[in-house]
């Protein structure tokens, strides 16, 4: 079975930073694209970044280039989004996700649970 | 970017209505739709990929279809548990962008 789980969320202050990790199981990691899609409570999905199989290809939102950086261990099966100069509009939950193949971009499926971020004063 | 746009933001039905979701691409976007199913408290679950292509285990109730800029999402006898809120999704092309979503209630 396909396991997302993903850590490392919490309450940050404007300007701080955070880690997030997602630990991959149940499917071979290094043959798959990933991503990080957030979703600010009670509202939609926004996608934030995506990175390729083998990391050659990686591609941020609009909203978070500059500050949010994506990458992915294969040998360890985790994805990892570095959070830097965070925004209160970064409040969200943010989940890993799966995508069909190995290059850019397909659909996403599944979807980890979710590590919620709170920025605030 | 090319934008999204689901209509309408919400909807209310009875069980064994008809209901049509409508998702609307700024740019062609071929049949590179997918639609997400998110209930209360739980995460998206893919339902439909290639704009027509029901996942395995979803109900036949289901169906996509499309091309180009407009899509549809049908469910064609509502049922309880499909009280959702439902997301289409461009891909293959960044952003992969999603729709503003669709809440569904009976």
């Known amino acids: 079975e396909v396991q997302l789980v993903e850590s490392g969320g919490g309450f940050v202050q404007p300007g701080r930073s955070l880690r997030l990790s997602c630990a991959a199981s149940?499917?071979?990691?290094?043959?798959?694209?990933m991503h990080w899609v957030r979703q600010p409570p009670g509202k939609g999905l926004e996608w934030v970044s995506g990175i390729t199989w083998n990391s050659a290809t990686i591609a941020y939102a609009d909203s978070v280039k500059g500050r949010f950086t994506i990458s992915r261990d294969n040998a360890k099966n985790s994805l990892y989004l570095e959070m830097n100069t965070l925004r209160p509009e970064d409040t969200a939950f943010y989940h890993c996700?799966?995508?069909?193949?190995?290059?850019?971009?397909?659909?996403?499926?599944?979807w980890g649970q979710g590590t919620l971020v709170i920025v605030s004063s | 970017d090319i934008q999204m746009t689901q209509s309408p933001s919400s909807l209310s039905a009875s069980v064994g209505d008809r209901v049509t979701i409508t998702c609307r691409a700024s740019q062609d976007i071929n049949n590179y739709l997918a639609w997400y199913q998110q209930k209360p408290g739980k995460v998206p679950k893919l339902l439909i990929s290639a704009a027509s292509t029901l996942q395995s285990g979803v109900p036949s109730r289901f169906s996509g279809s499309g091309s180009g800029t407009d899509f549809t999402l049908t469910i064609s006898s509502l049922q309880p548990e499909d009280v959702a809120t439902y997301y289409c999704?461009?891909?293959?092309?960044?952003?992969?962008?999603f729709g503003g979503g669709t809440k569904v209630e009976l």
């Open positions: 149940g499917f071979t990691f290094d043959n798959y694209a």
């Open positions: 996700t799966k995508d069909v193949g190995p290059g850019s971009w397909g659909w996403f499926d599944p």
């Open positions: 999704q461009k891909y293959i092309t960044t952003p992969p962008t």
